[in-house]
Protein backbone atom coordinates (compact mmCIF):
# COMPACT_ATOMS: atom_id res chain seq x y z
CA UNK A 1 0.00 0.00 0.00
CA UNK A 2 1.74 3.25 -1.48
CA UNK A 3 1.20 5.64 1.70
CA UNK A 4 1.26 9.22 0.17
CA UNK A 5 4.36 8.53 -1.79
CA UNK A 6 6.40 8.41 0.77
CA UNK A 7 6.30 5.04 2.78
CA UNK A 8 4.70 1.60 1.82
CA UNK A 9 2.70 -0.64 4.00
CA UNK A 10 2.54 -4.44 3.22
CA UNK A 11 -0.18 -6.04 5.50
CA UNK A 12 -0.48 -9.63 6.10
CA UNK A 13 -3.23 -11.37 7.41
CA UNK A 14 -2.70 -14.58 9.00
CA UNK A 15 -4.96 -17.30 9.88
CA UNK A 16 -2.48 -20.65 10.67
CA UNK A 17 -3.84 -23.88 9.91
CA UNK A 18 -1.92 -26.51 11.12
CA UNK A 19 -3.78 -29.77 10.81
CA UNK A 20 -1.15 -32.06 12.64
CA UNK A 21 -1.17 -30.07 15.53
CA UNK A 22 -4.06 -29.40 18.13
CA UNK A 23 -2.96 -27.57 20.47
CA UNK A 24 -2.27 -24.58 17.99
CA UNK A 25 -5.32 -25.30 15.80
CA UNK A 26 -7.88 -25.12 18.78
CA UNK A 27 -6.58 -21.68 19.17
CA UNK A 28 -9.70 -19.24 17.30
CA UNK A 29 -6.61 -16.33 17.06
CA UNK A 30 -5.64 -14.42 13.59
CA UNK A 31 -2.49 -12.10 12.89
CA UNK A 32 -2.13 -8.83 11.49
CA UNK A 33 1.45 -7.91 10.44
CA UNK A 34 2.20 -4.78 9.48
CA UNK A 35 5.50 -3.45 8.20
CA UNK A 36 6.22 0.21 6.81
CA UNK A 37 9.25 1.07 5.09
CA UNK A 38 10.57 4.09 3.13
CA UNK A 39 9.64 4.17 -0.56
CA UNK A 40 12.43 6.79 -1.43
CA UNK A 41 15.22 5.99 0.59
CA UNK A 42 14.94 9.41 3.09
CA UNK A 43 13.71 8.73 6.61
CA UNK A 44 9.95 9.53 7.69
CA UNK A 45 8.41 10.15 10.67
CA UNK A 46 5.78 7.44 11.26
CA UNK A 47 2.89 6.88 13.49
CA UNK A 48 0.86 3.96 12.83
CA UNK A 49 -2.86 3.22 14.35
CA UNK A 50 -5.08 0.47 14.44
CA UNK A 51 -8.67 -0.68 16.13
CA UNK A 52 -11.67 -2.45 16.26
CA UNK A 53 -15.01 -1.76 17.64
CA UNK A 54 -17.34 -3.69 19.84
CA UNK A 55 -19.25 -4.92 16.80
CA UNK A 56 -17.10 -8.00 17.20
CA UNK A 57 -18.65 -9.18 19.97
CA UNK A 58 -22.39 -9.77 18.81
CA UNK A 59 -24.73 -9.46 15.90
CA UNK A 60 -27.47 -7.09 18.43
CA UNK A 61 -25.90 -4.24 17.87
CA UNK A 62 -28.39 -2.84 20.76
CA UNK A 63 -26.16 -5.53 23.16
CA UNK A 64 -24.36 -4.21 25.78
CA UNK A 65 -20.61 -3.89 25.49
CA UNK A 66 -18.12 -4.59 28.31
CA UNK A 67 -14.54 -4.07 28.04
CA UNK A 68 -11.35 -4.01 30.01
CA UNK A 69 -7.18 -2.97 28.98
CA UNK A 70 -3.92 -4.78 30.32
CA UNK A 71 -0.63 -5.97 29.85
CA UNK A 72 0.42 -9.33 30.11
CA UNK A 73 3.06 -10.93 32.62
CA UNK A 74 5.18 -11.20 29.25
CA UNK A 75 4.25 -7.94 27.84
CA UNK A 76 1.59 -7.47 25.56
CA UNK A 77 -0.91 -5.26 25.65
CA UNK A 78 -4.16 -5.97 25.30
CA UNK A 79 -7.98 -4.60 25.06
CA UNK A 80 -10.50 -7.07 26.02
CA UNK A 81 -14.12 -6.83 25.00
CA UNK A 82 -16.95 -8.81 25.59
CA UNK A 83 -21.09 -8.68 26.20
CA UNK A 84 -21.81 -7.64 29.48
CA UNK A 85 -24.74 -10.37 29.56
CA UNK A 86 -23.64 -12.76 28.04
CA UNK A 87 -25.79 -15.46 26.57
CA UNK A 88 -24.14 -19.04 26.12
CA UNK A 89 -24.54 -21.34 23.05
CA UNK A 90 -26.15 -18.27 21.53
CA UNK A 91 -25.99 -16.68 18.11
CA UNK A 92 -26.85 -13.75 16.40
CA UNK A 93 -26.60 -13.19 12.86
CA UNK A 94 -23.79 -15.70 12.99
CA UNK A 95 -22.04 -14.54 15.80
CA UNK A 96 -21.38 -15.79 19.06
CA UNK A 97 -23.19 -13.74 21.85
CA UNK A 98 -20.41 -15.43 24.76
CA UNK A 99 -16.89 -15.20 25.23
CA UNK A 100 -14.11 -12.72 25.30
CA UNK A 101 -12.08 -11.10 22.74
CA UNK A 102 -9.11 -9.74 22.59
CA UNK A 103 -7.33 -6.95 20.24
CA UNK A 104 -3.47 -7.25 20.94
CA UNK A 105 0.16 -5.95 20.10
CA UNK A 106 3.29 -5.93 22.41
CA UNK A 107 3.93 -2.71 24.68
CA UNK A 108 6.32 -1.25 23.63
CA UNK A 109 8.00 2.26 23.95
CA UNK A 110 5.80 4.54 21.69
CA UNK A 111 2.47 2.53 22.10
CA UNK A 112 -0.66 4.25 23.25
CA UNK A 113 -3.82 3.45 23.70
CA UNK A 114 -7.70 4.74 24.01
CA UNK A 115 -11.03 2.99 24.47
CA UNK A 116 -14.17 5.18 23.52
CA UNK A 117 -16.90 6.49 20.43
CA UNK A 118 -15.04 5.91 17.39
CA UNK A 119 -15.37 9.32 16.38
CA UNK A 120 -13.41 10.45 19.60
CA UNK A 121 -10.50 7.48 19.80
CA UNK A 122 -9.81 8.21 15.64
CA UNK A 123 -10.14 11.95 15.52
CA UNK A 124 -7.41 11.79 18.97
CA UNK A 125 -4.71 10.02 16.56
CA UNK A 126 -5.41 12.25 13.35
CA UNK A 127 -4.87 15.32 15.11
CA UNK A 128 -1.60 14.17 17.51
CA UNK A 129 -0.48 10.93 16.13
CA UNK A 130 -0.67 9.32 19.87
CA UNK A 131 -3.61 8.13 21.90
CA UNK A 132 -4.20 9.41 25.41
CA UNK A 133 -3.51 6.41 27.35
CA UNK A 134 -7.24 6.62 28.93
CA UNK A 135 -10.34 4.15 28.69
CA UNK A 136 -13.93 4.73 28.51
CA UNK A 137 -16.17 3.86 31.43
CA UNK A 138 -19.37 4.14 30.10
CA UNK A 139 -20.14 0.44 29.10
CA UNK A 140 -23.17 0.94 26.69
CA UNK A 141 -24.89 -0.36 23.64
CA UNK A 142 -22.50 -1.52 20.41
CA UNK A 143 -24.22 1.35 18.19
CA UNK A 144 -24.72 3.57 20.97
CA UNK A 145 -21.27 6.36 19.99
CA UNK A 146 -19.46 2.99 18.66
CA UNK A 147 -17.30 2.23 21.42
CA UNK A 148 -13.62 1.64 19.20
CA UNK A 149 -10.30 -0.07 21.38
CA UNK A 150 -7.83 1.40 19.48
CA UNK A 151 -3.36 1.23 19.35
CA UNK A 152 -1.14 3.93 18.03
CA UNK A 153 2.60 3.26 17.90
CA UNK A 154 4.94 6.02 16.82
CA UNK A 155 7.62 4.17 14.71
CA UNK A 156 9.86 6.81 14.72
CA UNK A 157 12.10 7.77 11.79
CA UNK A 158 12.53 5.18 9.51
CA UNK A 159 13.68 4.32 6.65
CA UNK A 160 14.02 0.96 6.43
CA UNK A 161 11.20 -1.78 6.93
CA UNK A 162 9.41 -1.86 10.66
CA UNK A 163 7.14 -4.21 11.46
CA UNK A 164 4.29 -4.22 14.27
CA UNK A 165 2.23 -7.07 15.09
CA UNK A 166 -1.37 -7.50 16.14
CA UNK A 167 -3.38 -10.73 17.20
CA UNK A 168 -7.16 -10.64 17.68
CA UNK A 169 -8.79 -13.82 18.65
CA UNK A 170 -12.10 -15.21 20.82
CA UNK A 171 -11.82 -16.82 23.65
CA UNK A 172 -14.73 -19.14 24.99
CA UNK A 173 -14.02 -21.61 27.70
CA UNK A 174 -17.17 -23.70 27.51
CA UNK A 175 -17.86 -23.96 23.18
CA UNK A 176 -20.88 -26.11 22.88
CA UNK A 177 -23.51 -28.03 24.36
CA UNK A 178 -23.79 -31.77 22.78
CA UNK A 179 -26.31 -34.62 23.19
CA UNK A 180 -23.93 -37.10 23.82
CA UNK A 181 -23.47 -40.80 25.32
CA UNK A 182 -24.30 -39.15 29.00
CA UNK A 183 -26.90 -36.64 27.61
CA UNK A 184 -26.69 -32.68 26.76
CA UNK A 185 -23.77 -31.71 28.38
CA UNK A 186 -21.37 -28.47 27.76
CA UNK A 187 -18.36 -29.20 26.02
CA UNK A 188 -15.16 -26.85 26.56
CA UNK A 189 -13.06 -25.51 23.76
CA UNK A 190 -10.18 -27.74 23.25
CA UNK A 191 -7.66 -24.89 24.17
CA UNK A 192 -8.14 -25.12 27.98
CA UNK A 193 -6.40 -28.20 27.76
CA UNK A 194 -3.00 -26.28 27.01
CA UNK A 195 -3.32 -23.24 28.85
CA UNK A 196 -4.71 -22.57 32.36
CA UNK A 197 -6.25 -19.57 31.46
CA UNK A 198 -7.39 -17.09 28.43
CA UNK A 199 -4.26 -14.62 28.69
CA UNK A 200 -1.44 -17.87 28.57
CA UNK A 201 -3.24 -18.67 25.76
CA UNK A 202 -2.96 -14.89 24.10
CA UNK A 203 0.33 -15.25 24.80
CA UNK A 204 1.33 -18.19 23.43
CA UNK A 205 -0.42 -17.29 20.06
CA UNK A 206 1.01 -13.62 20.14
CA UNK A 207 4.40 -15.04 20.96
CA UNK A 208 4.23 -17.87 18.60
CA UNK A 209 3.94 -15.35 15.22
CA UNK A 210 7.63 -16.56 13.93
CA UNK A 211 6.82 -20.37 14.32
CA UNK A 212 3.49 -19.75 13.00
CA UNK A 213 4.30 -18.10 10.14
CA UNK A 214 6.91 -20.95 9.28
CA UNK A 215 3.89 -23.37 9.83
CA UNK A 216 1.43 -21.44 7.33
CA UNK A 217 4.20 -21.41 4.78
CA UNK A 218 5.06 -24.67 5.19
CA UNK A 219 1.07 -25.98 4.30
CA UNK A 220 1.07 -23.39 1.83
CA UNK A 221 4.37 -24.64 0.25
CA UNK A 222 2.77 -27.82 0.31
CA UNK A 223 -1.00 -27.10 -1.29
CA UNK A 224 0.65 -25.46 -3.92
CA UNK A 225 3.45 -28.20 -4.94
CA UNK A 226 0.44 -30.81 -4.82
CA UNK A 227 -1.65 -28.69 -6.31
CA UNK A 228 0.44 -27.65 -9.50
CA UNK A 229 1.20 -31.23 -10.19
CA UNK A 230 -2.54 -32.71 -9.81
CA UNK A 231 -4.25 -29.53 -12.08
CA UNK A 232 -2.08 -26.77 -12.61
CA UNK A 233 -1.91 -23.02 -11.77
CA UNK A 234 -5.84 -22.92 -12.10
CA UNK A 235 -6.36 -25.49 -9.59
CA UNK A 236 -3.93 -23.79 -7.14
CA UNK A 237 -6.19 -20.61 -7.31
CA UNK A 238 -8.87 -23.13 -6.13
CA UNK A 239 -7.24 -25.27 -3.50
CA UNK A 240 -5.56 -21.90 -1.88
CA UNK A 241 -8.91 -20.19 -1.58
CA UNK A 242 -10.65 -23.47 -0.31
CA UNK A 243 -7.85 -24.68 2.20
CA UNK A 244 -8.81 -21.81 5.15
CA UNK A 245 -12.52 -21.60 4.34
CA UNK A 246 -13.31 -25.34 5.14
CA UNK A 247 -11.10 -25.41 8.59
CA UNK A 248 -12.80 -21.82 9.07
CA UNK A 249 -16.31 -23.81 9.45
CA UNK A 250 -15.03 -26.01 12.42
CA UNK A 251 -14.06 -25.81 16.28
CA UNK A 252 -12.04 -28.18 18.25
CA UNK A 253 -13.69 -29.16 21.52
CA UNK A 254 -13.12 -31.37 24.49
CA UNK A 255 -10.21 -32.58 25.81
CA UNK A 256 -7.18 -33.68 24.76
CA UNK A 257 -8.48 -37.65 26.32
CA UNK A 258 -11.81 -36.95 24.20
CA UNK A 259 -11.46 -34.53 21.28
CA UNK A 260 -14.51 -33.33 19.04
CA UNK A 261 -14.30 -31.48 15.90
CA UNK A 262 -17.89 -29.81 15.44
CA UNK A 263 -18.56 -27.91 11.75
CA UNK A 264 -20.98 -25.24 11.57
CA UNK A 265 -22.92 -25.15 8.19
CA UNK A 266 -22.20 -21.24 7.48
CA UNK A 267 -24.47 -19.51 4.90
CA UNK A 268 -27.42 -21.41 5.07
CA UNK A 269 -29.58 -21.95 8.42
CA UNK A 270 -26.52 -22.91 10.79
CA UNK A 271 -26.80 -26.45 11.47
CA UNK A 272 -24.44 -28.32 13.30
CA UNK A 273 -22.75 -31.13 11.56
CA UNK A 274 -24.71 -31.27 8.80
CA UNK A 275 -23.31 -35.19 7.11
CA UNK A 276 -24.22 -33.39 3.70
CA UNK A 277 -22.07 -30.26 4.18
CA UNK A 278 -18.66 -32.29 6.20
CA UNK A 279 -19.13 -34.91 2.31
CA UNK A 280 -18.11 -32.14 0.14
CA UNK A 281 -15.54 -31.47 2.85
CA UNK A 282 -13.76 -34.56 3.89
CA UNK A 283 -11.05 -34.52 1.06
CA UNK A 284 -9.48 -31.79 2.29
CA UNK A 285 -9.43 -33.41 5.96
CA UNK A 286 -7.93 -36.59 4.32
CA UNK A 287 -5.17 -34.86 2.78
CA UNK A 288 -4.18 -33.20 5.59
CA UNK A 289 -4.86 -35.49 8.79
CA UNK A 290 -7.37 -38.48 8.21
CA UNK A 291 -7.91 -37.92 12.06
CA UNK A 292 -9.60 -34.50 11.85
CA UNK A 293 -12.34 -36.36 9.56
CA UNK A 294 -12.64 -39.15 12.73
CA UNK A 295 -12.99 -36.47 15.10
CA UNK A 296 -16.08 -34.92 12.90
CA UNK A 297 -17.98 -38.52 12.35
CA UNK A 298 -17.52 -39.30 16.10
CA UNK A 299 -20.30 -37.01 17.45
CA UNK A 300 -22.76 -38.00 14.61
CA UNK A 301 -21.95 -41.83 15.53
CA UNK A 302 -21.95 -41.32 19.56
CA UNK A 303 -25.58 -39.16 19.37
CA UNK A 304 -26.93 -41.77 17.45
CA UNK A 305 -25.61 -44.97 19.22
CA UNK A 306 -26.50 -44.17 22.05
CA UNK A 307 -29.84 -43.96 21.19
CA UNK A 308 -30.55 -40.03 21.06
CA UNK A 309 -31.71 -40.93 17.15
CA UNK A 310 -35.27 -43.05 16.51
CA UNK A 311 -34.85 -43.87 12.99
CA UNK A 312 -33.06 -46.30 11.34
CA UNK A 313 -31.44 -44.35 8.67
CA UNK A 314 -28.31 -41.92 9.26
CA UNK A 315 -29.35 -38.40 10.77
CA UNK A 316 -29.26 -35.10 8.74
CA UNK A 317 -27.25 -33.25 11.48
CA UNK A 318 -26.83 -32.66 15.02
CA UNK A 319 -28.70 -29.43 15.53
CA UNK A 320 -30.65 -26.62 13.97
CA UNK A 321 -28.62 -23.72 14.96
CA UNK A 322 -24.61 -23.97 15.75
CA UNK A 323 -23.54 -23.90 18.42
CA UNK A 324 -26.47 -26.51 19.76
CA UNK A 325 -25.60 -30.03 19.05
CA UNK A 326 -28.42 -31.32 20.64
CA UNK A 327 -30.00 -33.46 18.12
CA UNK A 328 -33.04 -34.53 17.47
CA UNK A 329 -34.69 -36.99 19.53
CA UNK A 330 -37.67 -37.00 17.94
CA UNK A 331 -36.32 -37.81 14.18
CA UNK A 332 -37.72 -34.01 12.83
CA UNK A 333 -34.42 -33.32 11.27
CA UNK A 334 -34.37 -32.81 7.34
CA UNK A 335 -35.05 -35.72 5.67
CA UNK A 336 -32.43 -36.81 3.09
CA UNK A 337 -32.19 -40.83 4.03
CA UNK A 338 -30.81 -41.88 1.41
CA UNK A 339 -27.91 -39.31 1.02
CA UNK A 340 -26.88 -39.27 4.60
CA UNK A 341 -26.34 -43.59 4.99
CA UNK A 342 -24.16 -43.31 1.93
CA UNK A 343 -22.20 -40.40 2.89
CA UNK A 344 -21.81 -41.62 6.18
CA UNK A 345 -20.36 -45.10 4.67
CA UNK A 346 -18.09 -43.75 2.12
CA UNK A 347 -16.78 -41.31 4.41
CA UNK A 348 -15.93 -43.56 7.20
CA UNK A 349 -14.25 -46.34 4.67
CA UNK A 350 -12.30 -43.34 3.64
CA UNK A 351 -11.24 -42.75 7.25
CA UNK A 352 -10.34 -46.08 7.55
CA UNK A 353 -8.00 -46.61 4.20
CA UNK A 354 -6.29 -43.24 4.89
CA UNK A 355 -5.65 -43.65 8.93
CA UNK A 356 -5.27 -47.66 8.13
CA UNK A 357 -7.55 -48.27 11.54
CA UNK A 358 -10.07 -51.46 10.94
CA UNK A 359 -10.85 -50.82 14.51
CA UNK A 360 -12.77 -47.67 13.76
CA UNK A 361 -15.02 -49.69 11.46
CA UNK A 362 -15.35 -52.52 14.12
CA UNK A 363 -16.65 -49.83 16.51
CA UNK A 364 -19.34 -49.00 14.30
CA UNK A 365 -20.10 -51.93 12.91
CA UNK A 366 -23.46 -52.39 13.79
CA UNK A 367 -25.10 -48.61 12.56
CA UNK A 368 -22.98 -49.06 9.39
CA UNK A 369 -24.91 -52.05 8.66
CA UNK A 370 -28.17 -50.69 10.29
CA UNK A 371 -27.59 -47.77 7.67
CA UNK A 372 -26.95 -49.94 4.82
CA UNK A 373 -29.80 -52.28 5.23
CA UNK A 374 -31.91 -49.12 4.43
CA UNK A 375 -29.83 -48.60 1.59
CA UNK A 376 -30.69 -52.11 0.21
CA UNK A 377 -34.38 -51.55 0.58
CA UNK A 378 -34.27 -47.86 -0.79
CA UNK A 379 -31.07 -47.15 -3.08
CA UNK A 380 -32.23 -48.72 -6.38
CA UNK A 381 -35.17 -46.99 -7.02
CA UNK A 382 -35.14 -43.92 -5.26
CA UNK A 383 -38.88 -42.41 -3.45
CA UNK A 384 -39.51 -38.82 -4.14
CA UNK A 385 -36.84 -37.07 -1.64
CA UNK A 386 -34.38 -34.16 -1.83
CA UNK A 387 -30.71 -34.83 -2.07
CA UNK A 388 -27.94 -32.68 -1.09
CA UNK A 389 -28.97 -29.95 -3.29
CA UNK A 390 -32.05 -29.23 -1.37
CA UNK A 391 -32.62 -26.04 -3.10
CA UNK A 392 -33.55 -27.84 -6.31
CA UNK A 393 -36.36 -29.27 -4.71
CA UNK A 394 -37.55 -33.28 -4.13
CA UNK A 395 -37.40 -35.77 -7.26
CA UNK A 396 -38.18 -39.58 -7.30
CA UNK A 397 -35.66 -41.56 -8.90
CA UNK A 398 -32.81 -39.97 -9.09
CA UNK A 399 -29.81 -40.96 -11.07
CA UNK A 400 -27.38 -39.53 -9.22
CA UNK A 401 -28.60 -40.11 -5.35
CA UNK A 402 -29.55 -43.94 -6.24
CA UNK A 403 -25.47 -44.18 -7.28
CA UNK A 404 -24.50 -43.37 -3.91
CA UNK A 405 -26.70 -45.60 -1.88
CA UNK A 406 -24.96 -48.05 -4.38
CA UNK A 407 -21.77 -47.53 -3.72
CA UNK A 408 -22.59 -47.00 0.03
CA UNK A 409 -23.21 -50.53 0.12
CA UNK A 410 -20.41 -51.93 -1.64
CA UNK A 411 -18.45 -49.57 0.52
CA UNK A 412 -20.24 -51.59 3.51
CA UNK A 413 -18.84 -55.11 1.44
CA UNK A 414 -15.40 -53.55 1.86
CA UNK A 415 -16.36 -52.44 5.72
CA UNK A 416 -17.36 -56.15 6.16
CA UNK A 417 -14.67 -58.06 4.61
CA UNK A 418 -11.90 -55.90 6.63
CA UNK A 419 -13.92 -56.58 9.89
CA UNK A 420 -13.91 -60.13 9.31
CA UNK A 421 -17.86 -59.97 8.67
CA UNK A 422 -17.22 -62.01 5.40
CA UNK A 423 -20.64 -63.15 4.47
CA UNK A 424 -22.33 -59.97 5.26
CA UNK A 425 -19.02 -58.37 2.69
CA UNK A 426 -20.28 -61.44 0.28
CA UNK A 427 -24.10 -60.62 0.27
CA UNK A 428 -23.67 -56.70 0.04
CA UNK A 429 -21.08 -56.87 -2.81
CA UNK A 430 -23.70 -59.35 -4.51
CA UNK A 431 -26.60 -56.63 -4.04
CA UNK A 432 -24.46 -53.71 -5.18
CA UNK A 433 -22.91 -55.48 -8.53
CA UNK A 434 -26.43 -56.41 -8.97
CA UNK A 435 -27.93 -52.92 -8.37
CA UNK A 436 -25.04 -51.27 -10.76
CA UNK A 437 -25.97 -53.05 -13.69
CA UNK A 438 -29.48 -52.18 -13.22
CA UNK A 439 -28.88 -48.56 -12.49
CA UNK A 440 -27.11 -48.41 -15.73
CA UNK A 441 -30.31 -49.57 -17.36
CA UNK A 442 -32.36 -46.96 -15.55
CA UNK A 443 -30.38 -43.97 -15.77
CA UNK A 444 -28.78 -43.73 -18.63
CA UNK A 445 -30.08 -42.58 -21.97
CA UNK A 446 -28.26 -44.83 -24.51
CA UNK A 447 -29.67 -43.40 -27.54
CA UNK A 448 -28.93 -39.82 -26.93
CA UNK A 449 -25.83 -37.99 -28.74
CA UNK A 450 -23.70 -38.22 -27.21
CA UNK A 451 -25.07 -40.49 -24.56
CA UNK A 452 -24.98 -39.36 -20.62
CA UNK A 453 -27.08 -40.37 -17.47
CA UNK A 454 -30.16 -38.12 -16.64
CA UNK A 455 -31.49 -36.71 -13.88
CA UNK A 456 -33.98 -39.01 -13.00
CA UNK A 457 -34.73 -42.53 -14.34
CA UNK A 458 -36.25 -42.28 -17.70
CA UNK A 459 -36.28 -38.53 -18.22
CA UNK A 460 -34.08 -38.82 -20.70
CA UNK A 461 -33.83 -35.24 -22.21
CA UNK A 462 -32.19 -34.46 -18.90
CA UNK A 463 -28.71 -34.63 -17.38
CA UNK A 464 -27.02 -33.89 -14.43
CA UNK A 465 -23.56 -33.75 -12.41
CA UNK A 466 -22.54 -37.06 -11.56
CA UNK A 467 -20.67 -36.13 -8.78
CA UNK A 468 -21.92 -39.16 -6.48
CA UNK A 469 -19.20 -41.50 -8.85
CA UNK A 470 -16.09 -39.93 -7.04
CA UNK A 471 -17.27 -42.67 -3.87
CA UNK A 472 -16.38 -45.04 -5.78
CA UNK A 473 -12.60 -44.20 -7.16
CA UNK A 474 -11.83 -42.38 -3.97
CA UNK A 475 -12.74 -45.48 -2.72
CA UNK A 476 -11.03 -47.86 -5.10
CA UNK A 477 -14.09 -50.21 -5.53
CA UNK A 478 -14.13 -50.76 -8.83
CA UNK A 479 -17.74 -51.19 -9.12
CA UNK A 480 -18.56 -48.63 -12.04
CA UNK A 481 -17.82 -49.83 -15.11
CA UNK A 482 -14.87 -47.59 -16.89
CA UNK A 483 -17.61 -46.91 -19.68
CA UNK A 484 -19.59 -44.98 -17.33
CA UNK A 485 -17.00 -42.33 -16.29
CA UNK A 486 -15.43 -42.34 -20.15
CA UNK A 487 -19.34 -41.75 -21.64
CA UNK A 488 -19.88 -38.92 -18.95
CA UNK A 489 -16.22 -37.25 -19.54
CA UNK A 490 -17.12 -37.15 -22.94
CA UNK A 491 -20.36 -35.70 -22.61
CA UNK A 492 -19.77 -32.64 -19.97
CA UNK A 493 -17.98 -30.88 -23.09
CA UNK A 494 -21.38 -30.86 -24.92
CA UNK A 495 -22.78 -28.55 -21.87
CA UNK A 496 -20.81 -26.29 -21.06
CA UNK A 497 -21.68 -22.45 -20.01
CA UNK A 498 -19.70 -19.87 -19.35
CA UNK A 499 -18.41 -20.48 -16.20
CA UNK A 500 -18.74 -24.11 -15.86
CA UNK A 501 -21.49 -26.96 -16.39
CA UNK A 502 -25.11 -26.82 -14.73
CA UNK A 503 -25.63 -29.00 -11.77
CA UNK A 504 -28.72 -29.82 -13.46
CA UNK A 505 -31.06 -29.20 -16.36
CA UNK A 506 -33.74 -27.88 -14.15
CA UNK A 507 -31.48 -24.51 -13.75
CA UNK A 508 -28.44 -22.75 -14.81
CA UNK A 509 -26.71 -23.36 -11.19
CA UNK A 510 -24.35 -24.95 -10.18
CA UNK A 511 -21.87 -25.86 -7.07
CA UNK A 512 -17.79 -25.38 -7.82
CA UNK A 513 -18.04 -28.38 -4.62
CA UNK A 514 -19.60 -30.72 -6.96
CA UNK A 515 -18.07 -29.71 -10.20
CA UNK A 516 -13.97 -30.84 -8.45
CA UNK A 517 -15.61 -33.99 -7.90
CA UNK A 518 -16.79 -34.52 -11.39
CA UNK A 519 -13.17 -33.13 -12.18
CA UNK A 520 -11.51 -35.17 -10.10
CA UNK A 521 -12.47 -38.35 -12.34
CA UNK A 522 -12.67 -37.09 -15.43
CA UNK A 523 -10.47 -37.80 -18.30
CA UNK A 524 -7.80 -35.38 -18.24
CA UNK A 525 -9.07 -32.64 -20.94
CA UNK A 526 -12.43 -32.55 -19.16
CA UNK A 527 -10.98 -31.78 -16.09
CA UNK A 528 -9.18 -29.04 -16.98
CA UNK A 529 -12.15 -27.94 -18.57
CA UNK A 530 -13.79 -28.11 -15.42
CA UNK A 531 -10.53 -26.67 -13.30
CA UNK A 532 -10.03 -23.46 -15.51
CA UNK A 533 -13.69 -22.47 -15.56
CA UNK A 534 -13.69 -22.06 -12.02
CA UNK A 535 -10.91 -20.91 -11.40
CA UNK A 536 -12.20 -18.47 -14.34
CA UNK A 537 -15.25 -17.54 -12.30
CA UNK A 538 -13.08 -16.73 -9.42
CA UNK A 539 -10.63 -14.30 -11.39
CA UNK A 540 -13.29 -12.82 -13.04
CA UNK A 541 -16.45 -12.24 -11.34
CA UNK A 542 -16.79 -8.85 -8.84
CA UNK A 543 -17.57 -10.25 -5.58
CA UNK A 544 -16.06 -9.18 -2.29
CA UNK A 545 -17.84 -12.46 -0.83
CA UNK A 546 -15.88 -16.05 0.17
CA UNK A 547 -15.59 -18.30 -2.11
CA UNK A 548 -19.14 -20.18 -2.49
CA UNK A 549 -20.05 -23.26 -3.49
CA UNK A 550 -23.32 -22.22 -5.48
CA UNK A 551 -23.78 -19.62 -8.64
CA UNK A 552 -25.34 -19.24 -12.15
CA UNK A 553 -22.80 -20.46 -14.74
CA UNK A 554 -23.96 -17.97 -17.54
CA UNK A 555 -24.02 -14.95 -15.25
CA UNK A 556 -21.35 -15.73 -12.70
CA UNK A 557 -24.07 -14.58 -9.94
Known amino acids: MDVGGLVQMNITFLSPITPDDMKRQSLIFSYLDVSVESMDGASHDVQLYTDISAEWIS ?4 AIAQWDYGVTDDGIAYHQVFRQTQLLFSETSDQADWGNWYWATDSVDGLTYQSGADADVRSAFENTGTLPDTQDTNFRAINDDYPVFGFAKDLGSIQGSVSTLYTIGLTQEEAIQFDGASGIVPVPSLWTSYFSNELDALSFFHTDYSNALGLANTFDSQVATDSLAA ?8 TSLSARQAFGATQLCGTTDKMYLFLKEISSDGNV ?10 PIFTYTNPTLLKLLLDPLFENQESGQYPNTYSMHDLGSSYPNATGHPLGNDEQQPLEE ?4 LIMTLAYSQKANDVDYLSQHYNILKQWTGYLVAEALIPANQISTDDFAGALPNQTNLALKGIIGIEAMAVIANLTGN ?7 TSIAHSYIDQ ?9 AT ?3 TTLGYGLNDTHGLLYNLYGDAELNLGLVPQSVYDMQSAFYPTIELEYGVPLDTRHNETKGDWEMFVAAIASKSTQQMFISALANWINVTPTSRPLTDLYDAITGE
Not at 232 to 237: E, I, W
Not at 273 to 282: K, L, M
Request: glycine share 16%; aromatic share 12%.
Open 231 to 238: GGQDYLTI
Open 273 to 282: QTVDVIFPAH
Open 341 to 344: CGNM
Open 450 to 452: PPH
Open 439 to 447: WQGFGIAMD
Open 59 to 62: GDRT
Open 422 to 428: TADGENF
